[in-house]
């Protein structure tokens, strides 16, 4: 098999396994004319196909955890965000219920944990794995709990536990953030290390991901699949302070955490030395952001974005970098900021098929409030009609222009993850219902996913606007 040769056709991207069978029965043969295949060679990192740019591998890391000298990074330290392992009952659309959730599984955590130890002083041969419950409606399990339970561990509720996270692109939900109930919690302490923490975190699609590159920051602790197995790369991270032998006073002046930059002092000086000395480390993290989002970077190293964590250059023109910079903090105004943007001119507002500023202007408020504005779930009235949303059965938003789903975040519009994380769902093992119309409801506005809707078709259209407006990349 020594002289044996490896050909490949590339089919086309984002076709199921019927699509291309399809195409490929279409041809009858193999030897078909359209049936163009090209001979495989591995390059030297043994990719066969999509191979890597090498151009990519002279640019700077954003960071890298194997490579040793971090000083050499844009961003050094940084972060998978959260996973739970237990999302049904870490994460919810409403505080109450999550707190409902979590009570439920620390009980009978706590349930199970003194009836093991009953057990195991009259049978020291049981195991923990065969003595356990497994019903999946009062807890799930997993390798760090059943550590837990063998330790004799007993875990308490805390409300304080209790935050705001990004499940998913624009969609937040509160998050229950405590290490013995989420599976792993990587550096996201040293990020957000207290709920009333400041910062900002880049999150990028993580090795190995089937979809596009995709990029997305937020100010609040992300899961780890907001991007495909995200990394985040924070603007700050924090240590924790130590004191030594402080009196009264002075304990109450100092901080419990120390902030730091996350971005290097090397990259800094590498800017400063080709931009000028006012540029700042904010000037270079909103530079990441800003040319992250650019189609020729995207476009150019496709297959290195899938493989590796992104490499960046530095460019050669000075305005450019400024470019970058500046349009990178406008789309961190508006993607952090995403609520308060308002809607979009001429995306059409429909009550019944009524205009609802014409009902607005017709109705007493009294009867406004009679308008229903809960979610079931989102459809567009035809696969491929996307200009309007049902949004329920009395409210439309029609007049969408369709380039505000040019804007894709993590392998889906950004419209089009609002449609499909704000419905109610109800998760098959534990039975645990996750209804978007609490949050409305208890950050006291019914309008909120209207609202929402609304203001990310907004977002949709000024990040098209702006992404298309980036200085063009030479390589």
């Given at each position: ?222 899961d780890i699949q907001l991007q495909f197995n995200g990394q985040c790369f924070p603007l700050y991270y924090y240590e924790k302070q130590e004191k030594s032998n402080p009196t009264l006073f002075d304990a109450a002046k100092e901080p419990d ?7 290097s002092n090397f990259i800094l000086e590498q800017a400063q030395k080709r931009y000028g000395n006012r540029v700042t480390k904010e000037d270079i993290f909103y530079y990441v952001y800003g040319i992250l989002h650019s189609p020729d970077y ?6 290195d974005l899938k493989k590796m964590l992104p490499r960046l250059p530095l460019v050669e023109n000075v305005k450019d970098f400024w470019h970058f910079s500046k349009a990178g903090r406008e789309l961190a105004e508006l993607h952090i900021n ?138």
């Amino acid at each position: 098999m020594s002289n044996a040769k490896i050909f490949y056709h590339d089919i086309g991207d984002y076709y199921s396994r019927e699509e291309k069978l399809a195409l490929i029965k279409k041809y009858h043969s193999l030897a078909h004319p359209n049936m163009q295949w090209q001979q495989l060679q591995p390059n030297e990192h043994g990719d066969w196909i999509s191979q890597r740019n090498d151009l990519f591998e002279t640019f700077i890391p954003l960071g890298d955890k194997e490579n040793k000298k971090a000083d050499t990074f844009f961003v050094p330290f940084y972060s998978r965000g959260l996973a739970s392992a237990r999302d049904s009952w870490c994460y919810n659309s409403s505080k109450t219920t999550l707190e409902n959730n979590i009570r439920t599984l620390i009980e009978f955590y706590n349930q199970q944990r003194i009836a093991y130890f009953n057990t195991i002083d009259k049978d020291s041969k049981i195991t923990v794995e065969n003595f356990i419950d497994y019903d999946s409606s009062k807890i799930t399990w997993n390798r760090g709990l059943k550590n837990d339970l063998e330790k004799n561990k007993a875990i308490d509720f805390n409300r304080d536990y209790i935050i705001t996270g990004l499940y998913r692109p624009f969609n937040k939900q509160k998050i229950y953030f405590a290490r013995e109930l989420n599976d792993m919690v990587y550096q996201i302490p040293k990020i957000f290390p207290a709920s009333n923490s400041k910062n900002y975190v880049i999150c990028v699609s993580g090795v190995g991901a089937s979809k596009d590159f995709s990029v997305l920051i937020t100010n609040c602790i992300p899961d780890i699949q907001l991007q495909f197995n995200g990394q985040c790369f924070p603007l700050y991270y924090y240590e924790k302070q130590e004191k030594s032998n402080p009196t009264l006073f002075d304990a109450a002046k100092e901080p419990d955490y120390i902030r730091r930059d996350g971005v290097s002092n090397f990259i800094l000086e590498q800017a400063q030395k080709r931009y000028g000395n006012r540029v700042t480390k904010e000037d270079i993290f909103y530079y990441v952001y800003g040319i992250l989002h650019s189609p020729d970077y995207r476009t150019r190293f496709a297959s290195d974005l899938k493989k590796m964590l992104p490499r960046l250059p530095l460019v050669e023109n000075v305005k450019d970098f400024w470019h970058f910079s500046k349009a990178g903090r406008e789309l961190a105004e508006l993607h952090i900021n995403y609520e308060a943007v308002p809607p979009a001119k001429g995306v059409i507002l429909l009550y019944n098929n009524i205009p609802t500023e014409e009902i607005e202007k017709g109705l007493q408020s009294s009867k406004m409030q009679e308008i229903n504005y809960m979610v079931t779930k989102m459809r567009f009235p035809k696969k491929d009609q996307k200009d309007t949303i049902h949004y329920n059965n009395q409210i439309t938003i029609t007049n969408i222009p369709l380039k505000a789903y040019d804007y894709i975040v993590n392998g889906k519009s950004a419209i089009e993850w609002i449609m499909e994380r704000y419905q109610i769902t109800t998760h098959k093992e534990s039975g645990i219902t996750n209804n978007p119309n609490d949050w409305a409801t208890e950050v006291g506005n019914p309008r909120y996913i209207l609202d929402l809707l609304l203001s990310i078709i907004n977002v949709s259209l000024q990040t098209v606007e702006i992404v298309n407006n980036l200085p063009k990349l030479e390589f």
